[in-house]
Structures are given as C-alpha cells and as structure tokens.
C-alpha cells in the first residue's frame, strides 16, 4: 500500500499489529488487510472532520453566550443608571425585599452580619428611607430591583 507510514499512522491513532518476524515493519500482505487499513484510514479522516465540526459547535455556541451575558450586562447597566447605592448595599436591600434576615443573607454573601447590616444601614440613608420596606420600594419603583432580584435576594 502506498503513502503507508508509521508518523502519519501514529498522528491519526492508528497501532499497526505487530510483525511475524521482530525488526520487520508491519505491511499488510493480504487483500483484506489493505482493505481494513484504508477503512480504518478513512474512518479516522471521518472521526477528525466529526471534531472539527463539533469544535465549530462548540465555538457558535460560546458566541452566543458570551452575546447573551453582554447583552444582560448592558441592560443591568441601563436598569441601574442613576442608582446612588453601589452593588453590596443594592444586594442587601434586594436580599430584604426577598425577606432574608440579615444573617441568612450574611451566610449566602459569606459576610459578617454587622456587614450585611451596615450595608442596609448605609442604603437607608442614601436614599433617604424611613425604614427598610421603603427603601425596597424605592429601589423597586426606580427598577433598581426587579421582581425577579427580589425573588431570588440578589441584584444584578
């Protein structure tokens, strides 16, 4: 069989039987041997354009989400255009209109609860509110915080 050698056998994964006699290279002697050893040639060129497609997938698919994740960064960013609270204490007011307690949002955030209850604290006085429910609807009716951030205790 021509164009048969061991570097392009070895990239494409294929293992040659090993020789009747030691030394020898392997070299098929039969019809049938030829023929598994171009199906196998074949089937290996199959397995690698089976990859190259699978990669091309692969990369589509990242685009796309890195597009989505792009496109929800800019429309958080224009949801919180304006917003005095910077993301820690938005957190913390989205976490009370979830109805967390400062400790569990402490525990979800890995935080100190003094943290999490300065951060409400600081939020209450940014934005002017009488008490924690008013600064939740303060945030909500500006569109600082969803119904979705609420839900879930976290803005962003």
């Given at each position: 069989?021509?164009?048969?050698?061991?570097k392009?056998?070895?990239?494409?994964?294929?293992?040659?039987?090993?020789?009747?006699?030691?030394?020898?290279?392997?070299?098929?002697?039969?019809?049938?041997?030829?023929?598994?050893?171009?199906?196998?040639?074949?089937?290996?060129?199959?397995?690698?354009?089976?990859?190259?497609?699978?990669?091309?997938?692969r990369?589509?698919?990242?685009?796309?989400?890195?597009?989505?994740?792009?496109?929800?960064?800019?429309?958080?960013?224009?949801?919180?255009?304006?917003?005095?609270?910077?993301?820690?204490?938005?957190?913390?007011?989205?976490?009370?209109?979830?109805?967390?307690?400062?400790?569990?949002t402490?525990?979800r955030?890995?935080?100190?609860?003094?943290?999490?209850?300065?951060?409400?604290?600081?939020?209450?006085?940014?934005?002017g509110?009488?008490?924690?429910?008013?600064?939740?609807?303060?945030?909500?009716?500006?569109?600082?915080?969803?119904?979705?951030?609420?839900?879930?205790?976290?803005?962003?």
């Amino acid at each position: 069989m021509t164009g048969l050698n061991g570097k392009k056998l070895a990239q494409a994964g294929l293992v040659l039987p090993r020789s009747a006699r030691p030394g020898q290279a392997w070299a098929p002697r039969t019809p049938a041997e030829e023929h598994l050893l171009r199906e196998a040639q074949r089937l290996d060129r199959i397995r690698l354009l089976l990859l190259e497609e699978l990669g091309r997938a692969r990369a589509e698919a990242g685009q796309v989400r890195v597009s989505e994740k792009a496109a929800a960064a800019a429309r958080a960013a224009e949801r919180l255009k304006g917003c005095p609270l910077p993301p820690a204490q938005l957190n913390a007011v989205a976490a009370a209109a979830a109805g967390e307690s400062v400790h569990a949002t402490a525990r979800r955030l890995s935080l100190s609860w003094e943290t999490v209850r300065s951060h409400r604290q600081r939020a209450l006085r940014r934005l002017g509110a009488r008490d924690m429910e008013h600064a939740v609807q303060l945030c909500t009716a500006a569109g600082w915080i969803t119904p979705e951030h609420a839900s879930a205790g976290v803005s962003q």
